[in-house]
């Protein structure tokens, strides 16, 4: 709200006090999720992780059938928010999901039935502070948006009136847009749990991985200890010279001295 426009919001404060509250446009989708994000506990967000060790065969197809079971479940709203795969010697795989508290349980189960459950935690975040200072937020906006549309409708044929009110509408419109796309997030985080699944195989290797490993390492191993050595002959012929001469100097004082 600009400083220019204060007289209008006191006046505006002053008309039409028993008029009936109008309904913003969205109320009632925004009060259906408010509904049912208060039925989670006061309004709690959960997110879970899970971590899987599995055969290496089986990472990549048990990744892709958690993808396919989320895109199909358009019933418990589930969205794939990020995949990624990796190749080579720890073959892994890495999902998050975002789902209703139904979907993201099925989605944990299938994972757990695909290998072993090394990890399982769940991180919950009170937003009830969060979503009441939206909502007092909301109120207000809509309250004085309010207020001014009904002053636009009695300034009559009063032109300077009419521009100003009209710019504080255009003003409070954008910020009513914005504190409601504010509301909404913090209301699907509420009604919808994320879900980070972490698929690997470093656990379920077989006895010969590692020697096999340590033969692929013994190029790079070997140059990296001639690398170490070169290295350490550097740093150490200095100190060979500087004791070389101390001990020629030490030896000719010692045979005067005889």
């Given at each position: 709200?600009t400083k220019?426009?204060?007289p209008?919001?006191?006046?505006?404060?002053?008309l039409?006090?028993?008029?009936?509250?109008?309904?913003?446009?969205?109320?009632?989708?925004y009060?259906?999720?408010?509904?049912?994000?208060?039925?989670?506990?006061?309004?709690?967000?959960?997110?879970?992780?899970?971590?899987?060790d599995?055969?290496?065969n089986n990472?990549?197809?048990?990744?892709?059938?958690l993808?396919?079971?989320?895109?199909?479940?358009?019933?418990?709203?589930?969205?794939?928010?990020?995949?990624?795969?990796?190749?080579?010697?720890?073959?892994?795989?890495?999902?998050?999901v975002?789902?209703?508290?139904?979907?993201?349980?099925?989605?944990?189960?299938?994972?757990?039935?695909?290998?072993?459950v090394?990890?399982?935690?769940?991180?919950v975040?009170?937003?009830?502070?969060?979503?009441?200072?939206?909502d007092?937020?909301?109120?207000?906006l809509?309250?004085?948006?309010?207020?001014?549309?009904?002053l636009?409708?009695?300034?009559?044929n009063?032109?300077?009136t009419?521009?100003?009110v009209?710019?504080?509408?255009?003003?409070v419109?954008?910020?009513?847009?914005?504190?409601?796309?504010?509301?909404?997030?913090?209301l699907?985080?509420?009604?919808?749990?994320?879900?980070?699944?972490?698929?690997?195989?470093?656990?379920?290797?077989?006895?010969?991985?590692?020697v096999?490993?340590?033969?692929?390492?013994?190029?790079?191993?070997?140059?990296?200890?001639?690398?170490?050595v070169?290295?350490?002959?550097?740093?150490?012929?200095?100190?060979?010279?500087v004791?070389?001469?101390?001990?020629?100097?030490?030896?000719?004082?010692?045979?005067?001295?005889?």
């Amino acid at each position: 709200m600009t400083k220019q426009t204060a007289p209008l919001l006191a006046l505006a404060l002053t008309l039409a006090a028993c008029s009936k509250p109008e309904r913003a446009p969205g109320a009632p989708a925004y009060a259906e999720q408010k509904v049912a994000a208060a039925a989670r506990a006061k309004f709690l967000a959960y997110e879970h992780a899970i971590s899987i060790d599995t055969d290496e065969n089986n990472v990549r197809p048990l990744a892709a059938r958690l993808v396919a079971a989320c895109a199909a479940d358009t019933a418990n709203t589930c969205t794939l928010l990020q995949s990624s795969q990796s190749s080579g010697r720890d073959v892994s795989a890495h999902l998050r999901v975002r789902a209703r508290p139904a979907g993201i349980d099925a989605l944990m189960k299938m994972a757990a039935g695909g290998g072993d459950v090394a990890h399982q935690e769940t991180r919950v975040d009170d937003l009830a502070k969060a979503i009441s200072d939206s909502d007092k937020q909301l109120d207000m906006l809509r309250q004085y948006q309010r207020k001014l549309s009904e002053l636009e409708n009695r300034a009559g044929n009063n032109l300077e009136t009419l521009m100003k009110v009209s710019k504080e509408l255009a003003q409070v419109q954008a910020e009513l847009e914005q504190a409601m796309g504010q509301n909404a997030h913090l209301l699907q985080r509420v009604n919808l749990d994320l879900l980070d699944v972490q698929i690997s195989a470093r656990r379920q290797r077989s006895f010969w991985a590692p020697v096999r490993d340590a033969l692929d390492d013994f190029g790079s191993d070997l140059s990296r200890g001639i690398s170490s050595v070169v290295t350490g002959a550097a740093y150490l012929l200095p100190w060979l010279l500087v004791g070389a001469i101390a001990l020629a100097l030490g030896r000719r004082l010692w045979r005067r001295r005889k």
